[in-house]
């Protein structure tokens, strides 16, 4: 590329860049061939990617700006199949134990932005069709806000090591990173629409209703509790550590599940310390695992960072197919805080569901590391940053507990990760209660967007006057968002707050409806399916 091309190039991608920001009106007069150029702005082999997209933007059969994203994201998903056929040929340069885990997480965190952006691009042909619901919309920004934070999470997973083979995978990694970004930016731009409520009552009934699908054995299941298992309601499988079941292990039930099942497949788990790391792969769908109460029915193990796992696989039980759903189920991690991060359950799974579930541990307990996600009726335990990650989660009628922690470590309870503007993540408590008896901070940047809000909900004494916790010096203060809304309790007083620009006391009720159920994480399309009670909008 000549000099006076690309600087030809910047220019025109600022102007892109100004317009598109300035002029939100006009963005549908743009040209195919400028929003190609929109692209590939910042990419390291510009030429590439301006001829790749190019050819996949006229091999489509209607050429408008849809057919620009789809191709754009044909070009982002081809390059990510790349990188991981790439990562192959460095598994041989790994010599630690701590880099060879690291290694696998990458090509399984590289294998989920393909399936993400693949995803997204057959949703952007029913978009193409001209089926403009705002349920797609709520689809495309949540997968591919996903596929942007995977390769973060994987040059994470070199913590500790000599930084070698992270050196190695950077380049790469960076390239799918900001081709992913700017698909972000562009279908944002071109296809974003205003929330429209749903014209049904924002919030169900106490007794879940039951979509048409299910038996009449399941809806028993969901609505009675556990006094029918195993006695004329349908369960697919039964676990017991007394061979009472068909399995002794939940690993080897999920192993028997269907692969990508349409259909609710019911575990049953009956009560008893399941001593296991469950590793449930993106291939088992719809999957949902009854125990006999928190405390009753145990899943617990204590992987963690100093025994040479990375944080992403320390995780005692680990979801990442979709649907999943869990209710009256304990997952507990016993490193203890000397161990430092060490992860109880960690979430990949779209569109799932936690209901009077209990996560146990100390730093790093929940890890909702992507996608969306909903929590009602739980309980959380931990020290450091013990509800974190990059995923869009709800946690509602939840009861958060802190634990000690070690010398001179203070009590945080989030650490959202939010790393884009345009990413529809962030974690939101809604009716909840913080019940610390230790010094307590809401949260604290993991990420330069991060993104939590508390609404309506208690907050005991000991959380302090400030609410929030720097990262380091002024890193995230202006671009965070945080908010609180009508919370209440002797720790929910706002006056001492914190005064940075990206701190927000909640005045109106439709930026906190933002952050519900039915909007954030578009519960009304998918929460009704599932036979866990919900609010989809704010309680009265």
């Known amino acids: 590329m000549t000099f006076l091309k690309f600087l030809f190039i910047l220019i025109?991608?600022?102007?892109?860049?100004?317009?598109?920001?300035?002029?939100?009106?006009?963005?549908?007069?743009?040209?195919?061939?400028?929003?190609?150029?929109?692209?590939?702005?910042?990419?390291?082999?510009m030429d590439s990617c301006l001829s790749n997209t190019q050819a996949e933007f006229e091999r489509r059969r209607y050429r408008n700006?849809?057919?620009?994203?789809?191709?754009?994201?044909?070009?982002?998903?081809?390059?990510?199949?790349?990188?991981?056929?790439?990562?192959?040929?460095?598994?041989?340069?790994?010599?630690?134990?701590?880099?060879?885990?690291?290694?696998?997480?990458?090509?399984?965190l590289l294998d989920f932005s393909i399936s993400e952006l693949a995803w997204s691009l057959a949703e952007m042909e029913k978009i193409r069709a001209g089926d403009n619901s705002a349920g797609y919309q709520g689809n495309l920004k949540a997968w591919l806000s996903a596929a942007l934070s995977n390769q973060d999470t994987c040059l994470e997973g070199f913590e500790g090591t000599d930084r070698r083979?992270?050196?190695?995978?950077?380049?790469?990694?960076?390239?799918?990173?900001?081709?992913?970004?700017?698909?972000?930016?562009?279908?944002?731009?071109?296809?974003?629409?205003?929330?429209?409520?749903?014209?049904?009552?924002?919030?169900?009934?106490?007794?879940?209703?039951?979509?048409k699908w299910m038996t009449e054995?399941?809806?028993?299941?969901?609505?009675?509790?556990?006094?029918?298992?195993?006695?004329?309601?349908?369960?697919?499988?039964?676990?017991?550590?007394?061979?009472?079941?068909?399995?002794?292990?939940?690993?080897?039930?999920?192993?028997?599940a269907p692969n990508y099942s349409k259909r609710r497949y019911i575990i049953y788990v009956k009560k008893g310390i399941y001593k296991e790391n469950i590793d449930m792969k993106k291939k088992k769908t719809n999957v949902m695992l009854?125990?006999?109460?928190?405390?009753?029915?145990?899943?617990?193990?204590?992987?963690?960072?100093?025994?040479?796992?990375?944080?992403?696989?320390?995780?005692?039980?680990?979801?990442?197919?979709?649907?999943?759903?869990?209710?009256?189920?304990?997952f507990r991690n016993t490193a203890g805080p000397e161990n430092h991060q060490a992860v109880a359950?960690?979430?990949?799974?779209?569109?799932?569901?936690?209901?009077?579930?209990?996560?146990?541990?100390?730093?790093?307990?929940?890890?909702?590391?992507?996608?969306?996600?909903?929590?009602?009726?739980?309980?959380?335990?931990?020290?450091?940053?013990?509800?974190?990650?990059?995923?869009?989660?709800?946690?509602?009628?939840?009861?958060?507990?802190t634990r000690v922690p070690l010398p001179l470590q203070k009590v945080t309870i989030t650490a959202q990760g939010r790393k884009d503007p345009h990413q529809s993540t962030g974690f939101s408590f809604q009716?909840?209660?913080?019940?610390?008896?230790?010094?307590?901070?809401?949260?604290?940047?993991?990420?330069?967007?991060?993104?939590?809000?508390?609404?309506?909900?208690?907050?005991?004494?000991?959380?302090?006057?400030r609410g929030w916790l720097e990262w380091f010096g002024n890193f995230a203060l202006g671009t965070l968002w945080y908010g609180e809304y009508k919370n209440h309790g002797p720790g929910a007083n706002l006056s001492g707050r914190v005064k940075w620009p990206g701190y927000h006391i909640i005045r109106d009720t439709s930026t906190a409806k933002f952050f519900t159920a039915g909007q954030f994480i578009d519960g009304m399309s998918w929460l009704p399916h599932t036979g866990v009670k919900f609010t989809a909008g704010l309680s009265t």
């Open 12 to 45: 025109l991608s600022h102007i892109i860049k100004v317009f598109s920001n300035e002029n939100p009106s006009t963005q549908q007069t743009f040209s195919p061939q400028s929003l190609i150029l929109q692209a590939c702005t910042g990419i390291e082999n």
């Open 65 to 108: 700006t849809t057919s620009v994203v789809s191709a754009a994201l044909q070009n982002t998903l081809n390059e990510a199949r790349f990188t991981v056929d790439m990562m192959t040929r460095f598994n041989s340069l790994s010599i630690s134990y701590r880099e060879q885990v690291a290694m696998e997480d990458c090509k399984e």
């Open 165 to 211: 083979l992270e050196n190695f995978m950077r380049g790469s990694l960076k390239q799918v990173t900001q081709l992913i970004s700017n698909v972000l930016s562009l279908y944002i731009q071109l296809h974003s629409m205003p929330f429209k409520p749903p014209r049904h009552r924002s919030t169900v009934k106490p007794e879940p209703e039951f979509p």
């Open 217 to 256: 054995g399941d809806q028993e299941l969901l609505g009675k509790g556990k006094k029918s298992h195993g006695h004329g309601v349908h369960v697919d499988a039964i676990v017991a550590l007394d061979g009472s079941g068909h399995y002794s292990s939940i690993s080897d039930a999920i192993n028997g």
């Open 290 to 330: 009854i125990g006999d109460g928190i405390g009753k029915t145990v899943v617990t193990g204590n992987r963690n960072f100093m025994q040479g796992w990375t944080t992403f696989r320390t995780a005692t039980v680990a979801v990442s197919g979709r649907g999943f759903i869990a209710r009256d189920m304990t």
């Open 345 to 401: 359950l960690r979430v990949d799974s779209d569109q799932s569901a936690f209901y009077r579930c209990s996560m146990e541990g100390y730093q790093d307990t929940l890890y909702a590391h992507s996608l969306r996600q909903f929590y009602r009726e739980c309980e959380i335990y931990g020290t450091i940053d013990y509800i974190f990650g990059n995923g869009a989660a709800v946690f509602q009628n939840c009861k958060i507990y």
């Open 431 to 465: 009716d909840s209660y913080i019940l610390a008896t230790q010094p307590t901070y809401l949260g604290r940047p993991w990420k330069e967007y991060s993104r939590t809000v508390f609404i309506n909900t208690y907050m005991s004494g000991l959380v302090q006057p």
